[in-house]
């Protein structure tokens, strides 16, 4: 076992944007504004902001160590902040291109933030190799029970939440998804 170097990564990058946002909050940072300009890189920098809500922020923080942490320890450091990176930015464009705004919110413009959709990312690639894993007899005895109240709780934060998107969690889900039956075709660090 080697320490999750990439998953630390992710959440210090998370944290120091946070910190960042206290500092200056009237500065863009690169939230995703419905309608969408020409501005792609917004997709790929929401995910990494919270702006000033601690608890979404705590929620998916700790759902990103958890699955970036696990899914780390079977294909390394560099897939994940690719699969954290690529669906978040796969759900921030879900909710540009859709324009699906917040839920139960009647709004012509509105910021949304990626991070559930990123963490849901994680948690559905790692659900995926687990689940082909199984397919092929190999039995890791993972608690799927726990798995499932996370991914719950991630798509639940749109009700609680107005900026985290139900949008970013379907986008970040399905691309989660897709990059867990390529990462084992990509690479493979164990067989954990």
Request: proline share 4%.
């Amino acid at each position: 076992d080697t320490r999750p170097y990439g998953t630390f990564a992710l959440l210090i990058a998370c944290v120091l944007s946070a910190l960042v946002f206290q500092a200056d909050p009237d500065v863009d940072y690169g939230y995703v504004t419905v309608p969408v300009a020409e501005e792609v890189w917004r997709f790929f920098a929401a995910p990494f902001l919270f702006a000033d809500q601690i608890g979404y922020a705590f929620v998916t923080l700790v759902a990103i160590g958890i699955f970036g942490t696990l899914l780390e320890r079977r294909f390394g450091a560099l897939p994940v902040i690719a699969v954290f990176v690529l669906s978040g930015a796969a759900g921030m464009a879900l909710v540009a291109f859709a324009e699906t705004p917040p839920l139960f919110v009647d709004t012509e413009g509105f910021s949304a933030y990626g991070a559930n959709g990123a963490a849901l990312g994680l948690l559905c690639a790692w659900l995926v190799d687990d689940r082909m894993a199984a397919r092929r007899g190999e039995d890791r005895e993972n608690d799927l029970l726990g798995v499932y109240v996370v991914a719950i709780v991630l798509v639940l934060l749109s009700l609680a939440e107005e900026q985290a998107n139900i949008g970013a969690a379907v986008g970040g889900g399905a691309a989660g998804v897709l990059l867990g039956l390529m990462l084992p075709l990509i690479t493979r660090k164990t067989t954990y």
